[in-house]
């Protein structure tokens, strides 16, 4: 079955021009949805982000040769916005909203 943009049902427009191969043996169990890879790669790309973040951090600290004390300061001023984006999934879940 076809939809009005002539991509065969379950696949993107993106690879609708790449030929279907059927998976024989050990990789026919191994099927993810687009809505699985999305969300992987939705958590893998902010947790590498939110890592890289904590890097720039790290580096700004050693620069500007901050010490012990405004190292903690940058990392409480800048980290504090990490954990508020992520106490927000957080309490999203809890509540259901």
Known sequence: MLHACRTPVGRSRFFAHLPSRRLRGRDANFTVSIEQFELLSLRLGIGGLVLYMVY??????????????????IFLSLGLGIIGFALKSVIQLVVQV
């Open 56 to 73: 720039i951090m790290y580096r700004l600290a050693q620069e500007s040769g901050a010490g012990r004390f405004g190292t903690l300061m």
